[in-house]
T-cell receptor
Framework: DAMVIQNPRYQVTQFGKPVTLSCSQT?????MYWYQQKSSQAPKLLFH???????NEADTPDNFQSRRPNTSFCFLDIRSPGLGDAAMYLC?????????????FGPGTRLTVT | DAKTTQPPSMDCAEGRAANLPCNHS???????VYWYRQIHSQGPQYIIH???NNETNEMASLIITEDRKSSTLILPHATLRDTAVYYC???????????FGQGTRLTINP
């Protein structure tokens, strides 16, 4: 089945130690997204790629970076994780379906910062 | 994007229809209404969307009022697996992004 895959599902990192989360997709969608979801809150968009064009949300901290080396893969880099960055990180994909974008989400990576 | 108001929580008996309301009184003419849900410990899942006509698919029905200021998502025969947070998200036509509000936590009771 076509899908959005996130690895790892659980990640533990130390305060200040860089960490990278991975997302891959077999849907061949040209848009990929990263969301942050803290406990009991709604998902919050960090940034997204439209093809190779990177679109950063205005309130996304500089500590968060992303790379998309090809259509299938997208990475979220957290340069110096703080305790406040502990959250579920969701990757999603979509494509233009005639004026609307239906997003497909992965299962998420739960990040713990110690 | 239009602001939305959804009840924080709702309960429904298994087998009954679950009707989830959403108020989006500031919606503009080119904004679709999308509904997503998020089952515990999973990523959100697309359910349905509409512009001004009522829509139905295998998961749900979407009823949009004539003035487009509110909508109702209907799960016709709710099951325990429908327990989730349901998000109503107005989004401009052609926009790639979603802005999630707080949603409604729907609990289906046996």
């Amino acid at each position: 089945d076509a899908m959005v895959i996130q690895n790892p599902r659980y990640q533990v990192t130390q305060f200040g130690k860089p960490v990278t989360l991975s997302c891959s997709q077999t849907l061949n969608h040209n848009v990929m997204y990263w969301y942050q979801q803290k406990s009991s809150q709604a998902p919050k968009l960090l940034f997204h790629y439209y093809d190779k064009d990177f679109n950063n949300e205005a309130d996304t901290p500089d500590n968060f970076q992303s790379r998309r080396p090809n259509t299938s893969f997208c990475f979220l880099d957290i340069r110096s994780p703080g305790l406040g960055d502990a959250a579920m990180y969701l990757c999603a994909t979509s494509r233009d379906r005639g004026g609307y974008y239906e997003q497909y989400f992965g299962p998420g990576t739960r990040l713990t910062v110690t | 994007d239009a602001k939305t108001t959804q009840p924080p929580s709702m309960d429904c008996a298994e087998g009954r229809a679950a009707n989830l309301p959403c108020n989006h009184s500031t919606i503009s003419g080119n904004e679709y209404v999308y509904w997503y849900r998020q089952i515990h410990s999973q990523g959100p899942q697309y359910i349905i969307h509409g512009l001004k006509n009522n829509e139905t698919n295998e998961m749900a029905s979407l009823i949009i009022t004539e003035d487009r200021k509110s909508s109702t998502l209907i799960l016709p025969h709710a099951t325990l697996r429908d327990t989730a947070v349901y998000y109503c998200i107005p989004t401009i036509q052609g926009a790639q992004k979603l802005v999630f509000g707080q949603g409604t936590r729907l609990t289906i009771n046996p």
